[in-house]
């Protein structure tokens, strides 16, 4: 990504995606004093790596749609941090396995979720959380693992657009805060697979953008 601002577009969500293998200890200066003040309290190696990382996504894609790296969060009653600088700009971060995930949407706040498509007792966790349709749905479909992750993140995105707690029950989705949720697979090899979903008001599109190992520095 270089110094030039996006175009910004609010019926566009940015993704932005990285792996913890462009982690550098430099990233850190990217993090605001308090967020580098929670970053202490982290003692797990691979938390601190995710946390950092998702930070300086943060930092780097509002640089490029804002031209200012700078941010203050505050964290709603659920945990879910909101930006209060710079002002209209909403974002959410999620991380499976190695890869963390941002999306960063303008005026319109958004949840996102990505998982790792693998083998899992996908049907106990169903039966926790979906209906019967779709867990007939899931069993009945070319590839059950997939179908499953794809719900699951669908599900997720939604509840962390909203800041709810995952055991929540989603509220109606009508009038005019209806929720749209757009869902998508990346292929990082021939063996790992990757489903994302993103959720927001309004109708949007999306708009992937990897983030460079030149930039991780």
């Known amino acids: 990504m270089n110094n030039e601002v996006i175009n910004n577009n609010s019926s566009t969500v940015y993704i932005y995606h990285t792996h913890t293998q462009f982690y550098s200890s430099g990233l850190i200066e990217y ?62 971060i999620s991380h499976s396995g190695e890869y963390i995930f941002l999306a960063l949407r303008k005026n319109f706040p958004v949840g996102i ?49 909203l800041g709810l707690s995952v055991f929540s029950s989603l509220p109606n989705n009508e009038g005019d805060n209806k929720r749209y949720v757009l869902s998508d697979t990346l292929n990082f090899s021939d063996n790992e697979k990757l489903v994302y979903s993103i959720s927001s008001s309004n109708n949007f599109d999306s708009k992937v953008i990897p983030f460079p190992r030149n930039e991780a520095t």
Do not use: M
């Open 113 to 161: 979720d990505c998982e790792i498509v693998r083998k899992c007792n996908y049907e106990k966790i169903a039966e926790n959380f979906f209906s019967q349709q779709e867990i007939i749905d899931i069993k009945q479909s070319n590839n059950p693992q997939l179908s499953f992750f794809t719900l699951w993140t669908q599900y997720e995105a939604q509840i962390k657009q």
């Open 31 to 92: 993090l605001s004093d308090s967020e580098q003040e929670k970053l202490q309290t982290i003692t797990n190696e691979k938390r601190r790596k995710v946390f950092v990382l998702g930070r300086a996504l943060l930092a780097k894609s509002l640089e490029k749609h804002t031209g200012d790296r700078h941010y203050q969060l505050e964290y709603q009653h659920q945990g879910k941090p909101e930006l209060i600088t710079p002002h209209h700009w909403h974002f959410n």
